[in-house]
Structure formats: structure tokens, C-alpha cells
């Protein structure tokens, strides 16, 4: 799902990039290219018109040095294991950037879930949950929603791991609705944190956010809830878009409205007229001074990083940047902010979720947001810290910072027996 781009190729390389810097012993990192397990499964699901349909899911953990392992569950049809990986090895990085006690995982369902039914999804959720229910627990492997998945899919899940064990497991799933053990503020947590760390980036390289003209690439969780902080903050939104095309005003776009109208509605912002009308690849391309790819990975490569007009790039998304765009942003001078940190608003509020659970005490919403501000703000110090000690970019300076933690840790705890 990601432009032909090989994104555990990119992962790998990145990881590469970061050992260098640390002068990372070889067996060490050759533990840490790789993902401590990989479980691929095959389950019958009886479709509404009484047909069997068979479906491919994947958990991939990859390395739990620091704590048990965290990351999201996503529903598409063109997910594989190879990108499941990917993913799940920028977890472990993202959860040792922000330094919240977790290993990184991830896992996926090949699935249209346009094609089926709320009832049928329930029953895929239900059953891919039961196939991999046997590397799950609140203590060892925790999911999240992601692409495709949401609140709803956290309760099916929470509900089968507890019918499965006898009595309710509250821990072993974040993102859940909040009547069910679920924490305030976790579904706007990684769109806030994504403009936290607009916001602190806009600051370091000496732009006002606000007024700020921002494009939101995808309209989802993240993209829609992003668009609409950042406006609340006092950027200018003038473009967004979702997987079917975007929409373009250069005098700004009434997000709030938006949102309301048409958030989760594939292809409903086109339906907005006073607004040019744009392809998902226009978009990026489009005069603005901050992007936020919050979508899918690999959009922004060799072929159309030349063509970003914008100064600042915050990465909402996990992946949409290779390693070439990386280098042409460089060049031009536009400042970018990487997923590893970008993002991590989402897993530090499942993190807070999960303590609340575990203790079985509810924090409000006010303090969940102070708290996440927080870790936020320390973690984008940290990597600028570190990108000034090491001279290097972002993306690298926050690696070396998660690389490190995790690599500190695998040593510090030996490698068994
Ligand atoms: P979502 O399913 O809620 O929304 C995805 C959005 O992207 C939709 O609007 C969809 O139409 C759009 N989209 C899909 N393909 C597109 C394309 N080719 N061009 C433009 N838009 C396209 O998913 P989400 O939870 O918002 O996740 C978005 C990204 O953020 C993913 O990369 C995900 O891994 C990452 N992320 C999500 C979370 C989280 O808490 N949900 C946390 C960290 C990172």
C-alpha cells in the first residue's frame, strides 16, 4: 500500500544509517534488523450471503528489550508482511524516542472492509483476534487502532481477548471506547501530538505557526483531527485530501465544518465547491508553508520531493517520506519532522490508556493533554539535542536516540540463555 516503495528496505536502511552513527557492534545490530517474531495466519470468516471467504493476518513483533510490545492493527487490502514489519520496527523506535516502556509490533489484515458489512467485519475482527490471541496480553503485546480500524474494532477485540480468558482484560487493547476502559483524549492524542511537534518545529526554524498555510494529506483519524487543531492554533488550512482525490483554497478551508461534514466519508470532501479540486499527488505539490502527510507511506519520493513547496514536513503518517526525499529536502533546506516522533502522540496516550487500566483509576482530559504536551515537547528537545551533537538531520538525530535506548537495554539484559 505504499507506492511500490519496499518499505522494510527503507526501515532496514534507516536502521543502517543510525548504527553507523553509534558505532553499533555487528551482532547487535543484526538482532535488531530483524523482528523477534512473525505469526501469519489464514481464518474462514461465513459472509452475509452464507459463503466462506478465507483471510491473510499478520502479527509482527519486533523487539520487546524495553517492555512489552505496542502497535496497531491496520485493515487494507494491500498490506503484507514485509510492511507489517516495516512498521512494527519503527514502533520500537517511536516508543524509545518519546522513552515510553514498550517494544514495537504491528499487525494487519489484507481486507477491503469497503466490500463487507459491519457485521461481518466484527466477525473478521473477532476471528483473526482468536488466531493470533496466542502472542497477545496485556503484559506481552498490546494493539491499537491504525488504517481501517478504529474505537469500535478495540472493543471487538478487548471483548474476544476477555471471553477468551475468563473474565475482562481491560490492558490488552488501547484506543477502546472510553465507557469501556478506554482514555479521554486518545482518539485526538496522535493529531495533537502531530501539531505539537508542527508547532515546535515552526519555532526551531523561525516560523510563525501562526497564520501558517498548511496541506493535511489523508482525513482520518490523524489527518482530520490535525487540520482541525492546527486551525484551532491559528494555521490556514488550504488543502486536505482522502485516498479519493483533494481540495485546494489558498484563503483557507473551513476545517471544522469539514470535519463534521465529511471526516471518514471516502471521497465526501470533494463534495465541497468552493475549493479547487485536486489529485492526491497535486496536492503535495501545492503552495503552502507546512505538509502533513498523514495517510499512507512512501508518497513523497525521488519522483516529487523537488516539487514540495512547503518549509516544513511533519510525517503523520509512518513511512510517507523515503530515504531520497529525505536527502532532497536536505538540499533544498525544507526542514522535516519524522514519523518517529511526529506521530507518537497516538502510542503515548495508548501508554497513559493502558497505566489507567492496568490501575484501574481514570484521569481527565485536561491532564491526559498536559501530559502528552509534555512528552512531546521534552522528546522534540531531545532530538534537537541530539541533531545538534551529531550534525545531522532529524529523522537521523531521533534514530540514534531510539536505536540507542534499545540497544542500551538488549545489552544491559544480555542476550538469553
Ligand atoms: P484512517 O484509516 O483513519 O485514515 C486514513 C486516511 O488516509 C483516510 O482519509 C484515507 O482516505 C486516506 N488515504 C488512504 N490512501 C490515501 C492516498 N493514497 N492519498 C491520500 N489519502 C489517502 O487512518 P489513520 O489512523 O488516520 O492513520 C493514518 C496514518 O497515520 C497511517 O500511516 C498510520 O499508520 C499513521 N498513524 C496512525 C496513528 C493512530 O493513532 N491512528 C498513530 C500513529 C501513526
Not at 397 to 417: H, N, Q, S
Amino acid at each position: 500500500m505504499s507506492n511500490q516503495v519496499d518499505v522494510l528496505a527503507m526501515a532496514r536502511e534507516q536502521l543502517a544509517v543510525a548504527a553507523n552513527y553509534l558505532d553499533l557492534d555487528k551482532g547487535l545490530h543484526s538482532v535488531l534488523a530483524q523482528p523477534m517474531r512473525q505469526l501469519i495466519v489464514h481464518f474462514p470468516v461465513v459472509l452475509d450471503n452464507g459463503e466462506v471467504q478465507v483471510f491473510e493476518g499478520y502479527r509482527v513483533q519486533h523487539n520487546s528489550a524495553r517492555g512489552p510490545t505496542k502497535g496497531g492493527i491496520r485493515y487494507h487490502p494491500h498490506v503484507d508482511v514485509h510492511e507489517t514489519t516495516a512498521l512494527a520496527m519503527w514502533m520500537t523506535w517511536k516508543c524509545a524516542v518519546v522513552n515510553i516502556p514498550y517494544g514495537g509490533a504491528k499487525g494487519a489484515v489484507k481486507v477491503d472492509t469497503k466490500q463487507l458489512s459491519r457485521r461481518e467485519i466484527e466477525k473478521l475482527t473477532r476471528r483473526y483476534v482468536t488466531e493470533i490471541n496466542i502472542v497477545l496480553g496485556e503484559r506481552s503485546d498490546i494493539p491499537a487502532p491504525d488504517i481501517g480500524t478504529n474505537a469500535q474494532t478495540m472493543a471487538w477485540i478487548m471483548d474476544t481477548f476477555s471471553m477468551q480468558h475468563g473474565h475482562t482484560v481491560p490492558g490488552c487493547v488501547t484506543g477502546k471506547p472510553i465507557e469501556m476502559g478506554g482514555s479521554q483524549g486518545r482518539v485526538e492524542a496522535t493529531g495533537r501530538g502531530v501539531i505539537v511537534a508542527a508547532e515546535e518545529a515552526a519555532r526551531f526554524i523561525g516560523m510563525n505557526f501562526n497564520g501558517a498555510r498548511v496541506i493535511v494529506q489523508g482525513f482520518g483519524n490523524v489527518g482530520s483531527i490535525a487540520a482541525k487543531i492546527a486551525e484551532e492554533n491559528g494555521a490556514i488550512i488550504v488543502g486536505i485530501s482522502d485516498a479519493i482525490g483533494g481540495i485546494y483554497n489558498g484563503k483557507g478551508l473551513p476545517v471544522r465544518e469539514l470535519v463534521e461534514r465529511y471526516s471518514g466519508r471516502e471521497g465526501g470532501i470533494r463534495g465541497y465547491k468552493d475549493a479547487q479540486q485536486v489529485s492526491n499527488s497535486e496536492l503535495l505539490e501545492m503552495d503552502c508553508d507546512i505538509l502533513i502527510p498523514a495517510a499512507i507511506s512512501g508518497q513523497i519520493t525521488r519522483e516529487n520531493a523537488d516539487k514540495v513547496k512547503a518549509r516544513l514536513v511533519i510525517e503523520g503518517a509512518n513511512g510517507p517520506c523515503t530515504l531520497d526525499a529525505d536527502r532532497i529536502f536536505a538540499d533544498k533546506g525544507v526542514f522535516l519532522v519524522p514519523d518517529i516522533l511526529a506521530n507518537a502522540g497516538g502510542v503515548i496516550v495508548s501508554y497513559f490508556e493502558w497505566v489507567q487500566d492496568l490501575q484501574n483509576f481514570f484521569w481527565e482530559e485536561n491532564e491526559v493533554n498536559g501530559k502528552l504536551t509534555k512528552i512531546m515537547k521534552h522528546s522534540f528537545a531531545a532530538v534537537e539535542a541530539s541533531m545538534r551533537t551529531h550534525k545531522t538531520d532529524m529523522r537521523t538525530a531521533a534514530l540514534i536516540i531510539g536505536v540507542k535506548r534499545v540497544a542500551d537495554a538488549t545489552v544491559r539484559r544480555g542476550i538469553f540463555p
